[in-house]
């Protein structure tokens, strides 16, 4: 029987340790997840990112979407 990994969970709210402002909410079920981030870009930008993605082993896969505001 082959060894399947565990799925890891990502859920949560996540900061950017270089820009501690701009954060990331992550939902998750099994191997699939949603997100959106906002915060502020180095530049004095505003932006917020809404996104979907898979994981699979250590590998994560995301398609995301940017909006300035």
Do not use: C
């Not at 191997?31 to 870009?41: A, C, H, S, V």
């Not at 004095?44 to 995301?62: D, M």
């Amino acid at each position: 029987m082959p060894i399947v990994p565990a799925i890891r969970s990502i859920a949560g709210v996540w900061h950017d340790s270089d820009y501690p402002a701009n954060t990331t909410q992550i939902s998750q079920q099994g191997n699939r997840f949603t997100l959106t981030r906002w915060g502020t870009l180095p530049n004095g930008i505003q932006f917020k990112a809404t996104g979907s993605g898979t994981i699979f082993g250590r590998e994560l896969k995301i398609q995301y979407t940017r909006i300035v505001v």
